[in-house]
């Protein structure tokens, strides 16, 4: 066949048309084998799912299989001391009262700090796994078996809001989404009476961010968390009796029609579809709210289990927390935030801080905390919960293994931490990272809270570098441009 000029049509003949098919099925193929195996390139194109504004918090798709339905996410504010609780260092015992090696005259948040100082609760073998726990927190030590500790955490700040900040929405800067908020705008909800996401302010008041800790940032207003306690239910949700319920009714419909009826003149207003369904929402949650904040249909066992009528007023209120928290899990609520600590008492007062006096803070706090949370973990467990619920235990930062210079308390140490996970696709009495030998910086598999984020997303079915926001010209995403998932920890 004679070859065509450049500027006339090329017709194929019968050979090359078997040899161009030929090569075309012999791509299909290896295609297909480079996928079997692992070795194509990762599509890290942006998803933003499809949302109804209408329908927020309808259910929608995980990205990949989930291994959990639910996330809880427990919150220590103040930070929590690690060297006195989870991570257990024999040098420092060794080299109590002593200067530590290569630190002379360090100097962290409040100052210059003094002598190594030994953990100030003994540690004991917890469990089967034999793990180390003090016994601060001893109820929670016995369920070491079922927990995977990270004990290589690091932040980004020494200051409490702007640490709460970054474990919570994944920035020291104010204005972003909080990490329920994200989960949420995902995955919506799988209960049609209550939120997708509920923020559990401890009994002593709010953290230090205050309701910056569950905020939407930018992301439609509707996935904000609903902040609401078993000692201050969600307010204005009850009918005054003065109104009939017909006529209650009659005014929700009417509402409901103007409201639609200015939707649809302003359809890219995120912020009124928001308004609408969160009263939608609220109609029908003035029967399930009602019914999930109290201990109706609870045993006295389960009660005392939690230590719900203790006479400690505080540790009491946070029993009842603990117990509203399961009581949200089962019923479908997507992400749940249970703090334990508030800062309106001030410094190492109702929190975690303990920069002066550690040891006469410290137990009381530690009673407050360990038989409620022990027993939210047993509970779970014991329904059948944990198997598909996320557990996330954290706090901001740890603290130092020095005294502060004059004071026997511990400073911010955001170099290394601990924090703890259980329940859905993670290991079971499992210890990942490491920190130094006094428990100062993280030097085995040192792990961000990028990844501790990235980590839980993945365990949800979600694809933490894809899962984003269009956002003043940026997809944003909960993990920024950092973290990997810690694919040790993977059960």
């Excluded at 003949?13 to 040899?19: G, K, S, V």
């Excluded at 006529?247 to 929700?252: L, N, Q």
């Excluded at 117990?323 to 019923?331: C, G, H, K, P």
Aim: aromatic content about 8%.
């Amino acid at each position: 066949m004679k070859k065509p000029s450049s500027s006339q049509p090329h017709f194929v003949d019968r050979r090359d048309f078997l040899r161009f098919s030929g090569m075309g099925l012999g791509g299909v193929a290896l295609t297909s084998l480079l996928a079997e195996q692992g070795l194509l390139a990762a599509d890290k194109s942006p998803i933003r799912p499809a949302i109804d504004p209408a329908r927020p918090y309808a259910p929608r798709p995980a990205h990949f299989t989930p291994k959990a339905r639910r996330v809880l996410m427990i919150f220590c504010t103040g930070a929590l001391s690690h060297v006195d609780t989870f991570d257990f260092k024999p040098e420092l015992v060794k080299r109590h009262d002593t200067p530590m090696p290569g630190q002379d005259k360090l100097v962290t948040f409040q100052g210059e700090n003094g002598n190594l100082i030994k953990p100030l609760w003994e540690f004991r073998a917890r469990g089967q796994c034999g793990k180390m726990t003090s016994d601060l927190l001893p109820r929670l030590g016995e369920l070491a078996d079922d927990l995977c500790f990270i004990h290589s955490m690091t932040g980004k700040s020494n200051t409490h809001g702007p640490a709460e900040s970054q474990m919570s929405t994944g920035y020291i800067l104010d204005g972003f989404p909080s990490m329920g908020a994200w989960v949420s705008y995902a995955l919506g909800s799988e209960s049609q009476n209550l939120p997708a996401y509920v923020a559990i302010p401890d009994p002593r008041g709010v953290p230090q961010i205050s309701t910056r800790q569950w905020a939407p940032g930018f992301l439609p207003a509707a996935y904000q968390g609903t902040p609401f306690n078993a000692d201050k239910p969600i307010a204005n949700l009850a009918r005054p009796a003065s109104i009939p319920e017909n006529a209650d009714a009659a005014t929700r419909d009417f509402v409901k029609f103007l409201n639609e009826r200015h939707l649809t003149q302003h359809p890219g207003d995120t912020e009124l579809s928001a308004r609408i369904a969160s009263y939608e929402l609220a109609a029908r949650m003035q029967l399930a709210a009602a019914e999930v904040s109290g201990t109706h249909g609870e045993s006295a066992a389960t009660l005392d289990l939690y230590g719900v009528n203790d006479t400690n007023k505080t540790k009491a209120g946070f029993a009842k927390n603990c117990l509203l928290a399961r009581r949200l899990l089962e019923r479908g609520v997507r992400f749940v935030q249970l703090f334990n600590g508030a800062y309106a008492m001030g410094e190492g007062v109702g929190n975690w801080d303990g920069h002066k006096t550690i040891a006469a803070q410290y137990p009381g706090h530690a009673n407050i905390l360990d038989q409620p949370c022990a027993a939210l973990l047993r509970d779970l467990k014991s329904r059948g919960l944990l198997a598909d619920t996320l557990v996330a235990f954290v706090t901001e930062f740890g603290r130092m293994p020095t005294f502060q210079k004059g004071a026997s308390g511990r400073d911010h140490n955001p170099s290394g931490f601990t924090i703890w996970l259980a329940g859905a696709g993670v290991k079971r009495g499992f210890s990942y990272g490491a920190t130094d030998d006094f428990g100062y910086r993280a030097v085995e598999n040192v792990t961000t809270i990028y990844d501790l984020h990235a980590t839980l997303l993945h365990l949800l079915g979600l694809d933490h570098e894809r899962l984003s926001f269009y956002h003043n010209g940026i997809e944003r995403r909960l993990t920024d441009v950092h973290g990997h998932v810690i694919e040790s920890v993977l059960a």
